[in-house]
């Protein structure tokens, strides 16, 4: 059997390396590493692919988040929503520019922001909700953006994670995730569901207004070379990482696939577990399972990952400590779904090109554990 890793890109590789390797060359023969035409095809592409009206690269997804933020061009102070068990990107971008993140609680079947928990941590200060649609899933986006037109604010979504998914709005109108906000930001680090060969990032917006805004912040704030409107960052997606996501793009829905599949797999194995919840797939949103995250109870999760590591299978902890307790982030608030879902959680390995006999021998492993 091939070795289990949490995410095995070499095999990915290995599959579409002709084609990658002939697109990446292209870059290498042409030099045009910086702003070559692959990195517009891509956006055109990928604006496409989503249909949303415009996709502009950008380094990497904590990048994205900074510029979305920055092309609000919100005063200092201002509050920005966002869920508490999460990754850190989001709080790291708003406190770099001075902006305040406001923690608030997630659903605890989901793990996504909890709409019906947005309004009270509103106030007069408030000018942004920044959900994540962790793991694979979208948020409830229909009631967030309900609730953002009420008060008035901008929402971005954070949709590093979940590229490709789909959300349903109550009148049955299917659209991709990260289309429904203001402004959305992803990531094509290679690990993420279209990665690419090192960092890469972008922000999608339907609004032209700000779609010149995140233009130009991105470009060292100008418009015009060498004449500088505003204060930006410089913030790049390079030609032969838009070389590898073209390959990678048309692909994105049969990669997708294949990580559901083995979810699938997972799901009906652990059902009816007693000490396992296989995660819950909210009833409006597909669930692209950038991460295959369980929900434990009555267990020791070290004992449990010691014992999976030694049988060959790595396990992973998305994210153990809420970002109200991180130390540079600490807030004196209480999230108690938050923080009990930060110690309950354990994620296996997902990807594609994980083989039946792959997934079989996890899904024996981790039941042989609970037996014994
Ligand atoms: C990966 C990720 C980011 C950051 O992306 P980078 O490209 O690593 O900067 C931001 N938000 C979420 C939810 C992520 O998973």
Redesign the pocket.
């Given at each position: 059997m091939k070795p289990i890793q949490m995410v095995d890109l070499v095999s990915q590789y290995q599959r579409l390396k002709t084609d990658i390797n002939l697109s990446m060359q292209s870059v290498l023969d042409q030099a045009n590493y910086i702003n070559g035409a692959p990195v517009k095809q891509f956006s055109k592409d990928l604006a496409e692919y989503l249909s949303v009206k415009h996709v502009i690269p950008c380094a990497?997804?904590?990048?994205a988040?900074q510029i979305a933020l920055m092309a609000l061009g919100l005063p200092e102070g201002s509050e920005v929503i966002t869920p508490g068990f999460?990754?850190i990107?989001?709080a790291e971008a708003c406190l770099l520019l001075k902006l305040k993140p406001v923690f608030a609680e997630v659903n605890p079947q989901t793990f996504n922001l909890n709409p019906l928990e947005i309004e009270k941590h509103i106030t007069a200060n408030t000018k942004a909700i920044i959900p994540?649609h962790?793991f694979g899933q979208c948020a409830d986006m229909e009631t967030i953006m309900a609730i953002a037109e009420k008060h008035n604010l901008y929402v971005i979504e954070?949709n590093?994670?979940s590229i490709g998914a789909e959300y349903t709005y109550s009148d049955g109108r299917i659209c991709k995730s990260g289309t429904i906000g203001h402004l959305a930001t992803t990531?094509?680090?290679p690990s993420?569901n279209l990665g690419c060969y090192g960092?890469?990032?972008a922000v999608f917006t339907n609004n032209d207004a700000l779609e010149e805004r995140v233009q130009m912040i991105a470009n060292h704030g100008q418009k015009i070379k060498y004449i500088h409107d505003a204060i930006g960052i410089n913030s790049r997606l390079d030609t032969i990482q838009a070389a590898v996501l073209l390959v990678k793009l048309p692909l994105l829905n049969s990669f997708n696939a294949e990580r559901q599949a083995v979810a699938a797999k997972y799901t009906e194995a652990f059902k009816n577990h007693s000490h396992l919840m296989p995660p819950i797939v909210a009833k409006n949103t597909t669930h692209v399972y950038h991460q295959y995250t369980l929900q434990t109870c009555d267990m020791n999760i070290e004992d449990f990952r010691t014992a999976m590591k030694l049988k060959g299978i790595p396990t992973m902890v998305y994210y153990p400590l809420p970002i109200h307790q991180q130390n540079a982030y600490i807030q004196a608030v209480s999230l108690p779904i938050c923080e009990s879902i930060a110690s309950h959680v354990v994620s296996l390995p997902i990807g594609t090109d994980m083989d039946e006999q792959q997934v079989d021998y996890v899904i024996e492993t981790v039941l042989n554990y609970f037996k014994a």
């Open positions: 990497n997804g904590t990048d988040l999460s990754y990107a989001v994540v962790l954070d590093a994670q990531s094509f680090f993420k960092d890469g990032g």
